[in-house]
């Protein structure tokens, strides 16, 4: 399995500002992927982070409000813009296919979250 | 997309096996079928995965019917700790257009004394 962590692991943000959130895996891994959980909800997939290029968006998530950078192997961003209390949510990070294990099939590793409040 | 359809919540006493059964009907021929379980305040935690027939950990079981089209967590003997939200996934990869993982509403356990 892989450890991941998240920072920060919760916020408080005003209105109009910005927040990026780091997800920190000890392990390569091939994918990585953005959740949002709202309050007793389930999961929501925001995207997919492609490691060099561009991220995968799911309908409903756009660029420019969840822009998301993976420079390598092991770590991504995932930056919420131009907040608004409907933002205000758990932002989860998850990977999986760790490089040079044995082939895997949708298990899926998952960072504790990051809990941001938008006031 | 196949999706999943589970209860929305179970109740227990301590002590007692949980069957939590979930439907797939449109389960894809590549897909695998994944279960998780969450805890307030934590990310979705792996409990175990299977393709057919039945799947066995030190956690829990997986039964899967012939035809694939539902399957049924299987956690023995539960404690107060495994009060929980698990989540049945099916899905087969991340390549290309692959079919993705989406997450259903989850089964609420509730365990008691």
């Known amino acids: 399995s892989a450890v991941i962590s998240q920072k920060p692991s919760r916020d408080i943000c005003q209105r109009g500002t910005s927040l990026t959130i780091q997800c ?12 949002r959980q709202q309050p007793g909800q389930s999961l929501t997939l925001i995207a997919t982070a492609n ?69 | ?10 109740d227990s006493y301590e002590g007692q096996e949980v069957n ?9 021929t590549n897909d695998y079928i994944t279960w998780y379980q969450q805890f307030p305040s934590q990310g979705p935690r792996f409990i175990i995965q299977g393709y057919k027939t039945k ?12 035809d694939r089209k539902s399957s049924t967590l299987s956690l023995p003997r539960v404690s107060l700790s495994d009060t929980a939200v698990y989540y049945c ?14 997450f259903g509403t989850g089964t609420r356990l509730q365990v008691t004394l």
């Open chain 2, 89 to 102: 996934l099916v899905g087969d990869g991340w390549g290309g257009t692959a079919s993705k993982l989406t």
């Open chain 1, 24 to 35: 920190q895996v000890d392990s390569q891994v091939t994918m990585m992927f953005w959740y």
């Open chain 2, 55 to 66: 799947v066995t950990n030190e956690v829990a079981s997986l039964f899967i019917p012939a």
């Open chain 2, 20 to 28: 939590i059964t979930c439907s797939h009907n449109n389960i894809a």
């Open chain 2, 1 to 10: 997309l196949a999706k999943t359809t589970q209860p929305i919540s179970m």
């Open chain 1, 51 to 119: 490691q060099g290029s561009e991220a995968t968006y799911e309908s409903g998530f756009v660029i420019d409000k969840f822009p998301i950078s993976r420079p390598n192997l092991t770590f991504s961003t995932l930056t919420v813009s131009n907040m608004s209390p409907e933002d205000s949510s758990i932002y989860l990070c998850s990977v999986a296919r760790l490089a040079g294990g044995p082939p895997s099939t949708d298990t899926q590793y998952f960072g504790p979250g990051t809990r941001l409040t938008v006031l």
